[in-house]
């Protein structure tokens, strides 16, 4: 079975603190794929990034940037000098490549960022 | 317009109805799925379909009803609405596999059973 685990439900920062998201995820595939999605306060989700099993480079878009570390199963979020924008429910998911994994994001609980002025 | 509209985005029903929710993508999308979002359970998949006439059941299928006649539809029933089922639901499609492709979602449609 998948699992996806966001141990922070609510982080609260001063605008341009940076802030790190954590995600823990588990499986059994050998193969797979880890989300990160937004989910600003107008309610839709938006696809922030995607990363496969296999490719362990730390990835920087902007403010945003992505640790994967296989060893400790984990896929952090960090966004430096947060903004009020920035506001917003974060999900991590997890999508495997077997069958019975491979059709399906797994999701964790999600984490409400705060970002105040 | 291209992408993929839910209706309708906001639907009061009572206990014991029945009540469709609709999904609409203009992508011709194999895959298509349904989740709902509660407060402490993130997203749960209900159901989700592969290709026109191939569905399959997710975490939390009980009470639902799915159907794909048309790639393009993916229309979620809730047979007889309970007030568990009070919540967001969002439907998302994918050109292929979601670790494969990026998954797109609806707007979401928020229920509530009273």
């Known amino acids: 079975a998948q699992k996806v685990t966001q141990a922070q439900t609510e982080i609260s920062v001063v605008e341009k603190e940076d802030v790190t998201l954590d995600c823990v995820y588990e499986?059994?595939?050998?193969?797979?794929?880890l989300f990160w999605y937004k989910q600003p306060p107008s309610g839709e989700l938006v696809f922030l990034i995607r990363?496969?099993?296999?490719?362990?480079q730390n990835e920087i878009s902007g403010r945003y940037s992505w640790n994967f570390q296989k060893s400790t199963s984990s896929f952090n979020f960090t966004i430096t000098a947060s903004q009020v924008v920035d506001s917003a429910v974060y999900f991590c998911?997890?999508?495997?490549?077997?069958?019975?994994?491979?059709?399906?994001?797994?999701f964790g609980t999600g984490t409400r960022l705060q970002v105040t002025l | 317009d291209a992408g993929i509209t839910q209706s309708p985005r906001y639907k009061i029903t009572e206990t014991g109805r029945q009540v469709t929710l609709m999904c609409h993508q203009t992508?011709?999308?194999?895959?298509m799925f349904w989740y709902r979002q509660d407060l402490g359970h993130g997203l749960r998949l209900i159901y989700y379909?592969?290709?026109?006439?191939?569905?399959d059941k997710g975490e939390v299928p009980d009470g639902y009803v799915v159907s794909r006649s048309k790639t393009e539809n993916f229309p979620l029933t809730l047979e007889s609405a309970t007030r568990s089922q009070t919540s967001v639901y969002f439907c998302?499609?994918?050109?292929?596999?979601?670790?494969?492709?990026?998954?797109?979602f609806g707007q979401g449609t928020r229920l509530t059973v009273v």
């Open positions: 998302a499609s994918s050109e292929s596999t979601p670790g494969w492709t990026e998954a797109f």
């Open positions: 499986t059994r595939d050998t193969t797979y794929y």
């Open positions: 990363r496969n099993s296999f490719d362990e």
């Open positions: 998911a997890l999508s495997g490549s077997d069958t019975g994994t491979a059709s399906k994001l797994t």
């Open positions: 992508w011709s999308h194999s895959y």
């Open positions: 379909s592969a290709a026109a006439d191939i569905t």
